[in-house]
T-cell receptor, first 114, second 111 residues
Framework: DTEVTQTPKHLVMGMTNKKSLKCEQH?????MYWYKQKAKKPPELMFV???????INESVPSRFSPECPNSSLLNLHLHALQPEDSALYLC?????????????FGPGTRLTVT | DQQVKQNSPSLSVQEGRISILNCDYT??????FLWYKKYPAEGPTFLIS?????DKNEDGRFTVFLNKSAKHLSLHIVPSQPGDSAVYFC??????????FGAGTTVTVRA
């Protein structure tokens, strides 16, 4: 099983809403990632979790709040977003952090902020 | 600062012929290189990778070549098939978690 799943597939939210994105993997990977991808651009790293601990925050605004409840799950809590936050949000996992380390991506959540 | 560059935004190739995608990088510390394929509205799919200690890696129809002195890698797809039509991203990393992605090349395989 080399699958990373993400829910929901699509999400439309207002600027005052609170919502969460979910990501799950059952490959036994110990590193998980959140990326943001705008149209016609490469993915941009947001957060890295290693062994369920937040190891990297790429200077992401606090309106994005990640959470790793266990080694298989990764959440991204959203609050007071802006229209420019509309994008495809990708989750990825890899066996570990470190070099030589393929990351496997989920299908993404298409987020629209109105 | 774009450390990984894919200078061809698009490539059109006849079905059955070879597709060659190019990627250049500026950071000599990169030691691992990957290619991802992405269909619209889906996440990137890992295709093939190569370590800096090698100059070639092959997996079925996909071969990646690495020229460290030129800081250049390429992905060859032979033969190209209609299902190969997608955006291809080159990515690089060095001894850590972070992948630096190129801007992508859109491949269109013509029947």
């Amino acid at each position: 099983d080399t699958e990373v799943t993400q829910t929901p597939k699509h999400l439309v939210m207002g600027m005052t809403n609170k919502k969460s994105l979910k990501c799950e993997q059952h490959m036994g990977h110990r590193a998980m990632y959140w990326y943001k991808q705008k149209a016609k651009k490469p993915p941009e790293l947001m957060f890295v979790y290693s062994y369920e601990k937040l190891s990297i925050n790429e200077s992401v605004p606090s309106r994005f709040s990640p959470e790793c409840p266990n080694s298989s799950l990764l959440n991204l809590h959203l609050h007071a977003l802006q229209p420019e936050d509309s994008a495809l949000y990708l989750c990825a996992s890899s066996p570990r952090t470190g070099g030589g380390n393929e990351q496997y991506f989920g299908p993404g959540t298409r987020l629209t902020v109105t | 600062d774009q450390q990984v560059k894919q200078n061809s935004p698009s490539l059109s190739v006849q079905e059955g012929r070879i597709s060659i995608l190019n990627c250049d990088y500026t950071n000599s510390m990169f030691d691992y290189f990957l290619w991802y394929k992405k269909y619209p509205a889906e996440g990137p799919t890992f295709l093939i990778s190569i370590s800096s200690i090698k100059d070639k890696n092959e997996d079925g129809r996909f071969t990646v070549f690495l020229n460290k002195s030129a800081k250049h890698l390429s992905l060859h797809i032979v033969p190209s098939q209609p299902g190969d039509s997608a955006v291809y991203f080159c990515a690089a990393s060095y001894n850590d978690y972070k992948l630096s992605f190129g801007a992508g090349t859109t491949v269109t395989v013509r029947a």
